[in-house]
DNA sequence: GTAGAGGGTGCAACCGGTTGCATGGAGCCT
DNA sequence: AGGCTCCATGCAACCGGTTGCACCCTCTAC
């Protein structure tokens, strides 16, 4: 394909360049591009083959300067080798790159100053940001979102657009899985507090459990990663709950290796539910998780933010994305009596 | 912190309005950042102060279209999905952000013609690029190379700065436990031909087999997927091994799935050790697997390239990570007899 | 044959910075 | 006092595109 043989800077084709080769102005080349229909076809045709003989690329630096559209954008995760956000990042990557937009990754390390650094130094050269399971203030978001199109991923502020999946069918679902298994007493490994999904799951978590006459015991785990997850095992032990639902499938997997250490097997002893269905299939046993697509919510928020970017007058759209229960092999019956 | 309060384009406060306001040239605006040596401490300080004041931010574009430097770098990857990469980009974002330096993302989804079209979208706009796993043709990687900067991960062109993984430390013991255990046939699950990690993987591997006095059948696997390890297991049965190596843990996870399918028990009726251990600890019995240190990889290649870009004539360096095997629970004796 | 319309193109200014060179003033030396 | 340096600052050109406006040419209508 041959990447634009001298994409370089030392030679670096310009606009004028082409227009030499092709004995028209400057004008003319840039509207062969930008506003072909000003052109006779013919014109068109020439510059083009071209620009195409001399491996001429726009500058969007220089485009930006003077149109004030950058042909970027950004998109913030709090952490990206969390499995939940590849897929996510790499759907919204292909979809932007249909929209001829270049992406801008951070990652915040799940710190809310960091995203805030991160967001300013990405601001002067983007078009818009999508923030994925942002951890900023709502003040700082709707600060940032008055001045350019911003796309919320799981985190649901009035006015601004966002991707919300919705965990409350597939959680729902599972709580009333397990009352059907025969278990009274749950336990949830929640989340990071000021992640928006995390609040759904423990309202709709506690509602729900209400409703089925369940108790359910809330175990604070913290950043979400494997460690914490094993190391919750002991306060879930001590709750008594025979079953737990996790934060997200990597806390599961770590309850999972905290179980086994302490010899209760899944899922005779206990049974155990995911979140997002990242890994589900990779574990052993294969878990029961609450699905999310991440890859969908990664096309949504790409589709959304290029219709902000393009709409004249700012607006605001919610895209919800349903979850259903995965059921697979860690959930069964509650055991007879607690050992 | 207040993220630049009015960062949007609207207002834009330039370069003229804050010499307007202190009463000053524009250059000495700009001075007053960029080389305040040469203005009088008192000017400098007045500038920046009415600056501030003003909530001016410098427009990257503008600056980028002067002096050729964008303050962005680039990575490119062949599957953000594929939990190799994530730690690598992330240790990788977080270095160029102490320098100052914006991350683009690129996913090439293992495309070699993908990855061309992305590096010719983001070169215009960025100072150095870090090409993790490239899939592209030497001759294109050295095209791009001549023009800027380019830092390659797991991929060995002589000249060019590199940071390689080198798997053969891990392999071979690999190989040397798995003599001890007694096995005398191995398989190994390939990954993509255009993969330096393969090639050396492959290499190693026949190599010290040979000399150890095993066999070693190869299976290709393609793209490293779960579902293409998963279907591989029969290639691998059929070619009567009793261990087998894997391209990386992906890979792994898919046969270890697909072994349990089957009824073989894994280590007692086979032997199995991945790659990269990125996901060891996290699968049933917990994965043996050459170590690989992806995030030490990103960290590294982060100060390669700021090295390169802040060096005044062209250098290559390369750096080697090296590897050991981890031994855990999915290697044991060879059975006695193949069953 | 001439005026009017309109499509295709070029000119030149502008976007917001940076930077080589010129300028002016202060300080120093003889 | 005159001449010379040197420091601080301003001027103006430039980076590579975009775009309002003017111009010219051709085609049509009277």
Chains 1, 2 share one sequence.
């Not at 709950?241 to 179980?259: E, K, M, N, R, Y």
Request: proline share 5%; hydrophobic share 45%.
């Amino acid at each position: 394909m041959g990447m634009a043989s001298r994409a370089g800077r030392a030679p670096g084709v310009t606009i004028g360049d082409v227009a030499a080769a092709a004995q028209v102005s400057r004008s003319t080349v840039s509207r062969a591009f930008t506003r072909p229909q000003l052109l006779s076809q013919e014109t068109v045709e020439h510059v083009r083959a071209v620009a195409v003989r001399l491996g001429y690329v726009g500058n969007q630096a220089a485009r930006a300067l003077s149109t004030g559209r950058f042909g970027n954008i950004a998109v913030v995760v709090p952490d990206i080798a969390n499995p939940f956000f590849p897929p996510l990042v790499r759907s919204l990557q292909l979809a932007a790159e249909t929209a001829d937009l270049a992406v801008f990754l951070g990652d915040s390390d799940e710190s809310a100053e960091r995203e805030a650094k991160l967001i300013a130094r990405l601001a002067p050269q983007v078009e818009g940001f999508v923030l994925a399971s942002p951890r900023l203030s709502e003040e700082l978001i709707r600060e940032l979102a008055a001045t350019r199109p911003v796309v919320l991923v799981n985190r649901d502020l009035d006015g601004i657009s966002r991707v919300l999946i919705d965990s409350s069918g597939g959680m729902t679902e599972a709580v009333l899985l397990l009352k059907k298994l025969g278990h009274k007493r749950l336990a949830y490994l929640a989340g990071p507090r000021d992640s928006w999904s995390d609040q759904q799951r423990r309202e709709v978590l506690t509602q729900t459990s209400a409703k089925a006459g369940l108790t359910v015991e809330i175990v604070e785990v913290g950043r979400p990663t494997y460690a914490a997850g094993r190391d919750s095992v002991s306060a879930v032990v001590r709750s008594g709950a025979t079953a737990a639902i996790a934060f997200d499938d990597v806390v599961s997997q770590g309850v999972l290796a905290g179980l086994e250490v302490r010899g209760i097997s899944v899922p005779t002893d206990f049974s155990l539910v995911g979140c997002d269905d990242t890994l589900a299939a990779l574990t052993t046993p294969a878990l029961t998780s609450v699905s999310a697509g991440a890859a969908t919510a990664g096309t949504a928020a790409a589709k959304l933010l290029v219709n902000l970017l393009e709409a004249t007058e700012p607006s605001a759209e919610c895209v919800t994305i349903a979850t259903h229960l995965v059921t697979r092999a860690t959930t069964a019956a509650a055991p007879k009596s607690t050992p």
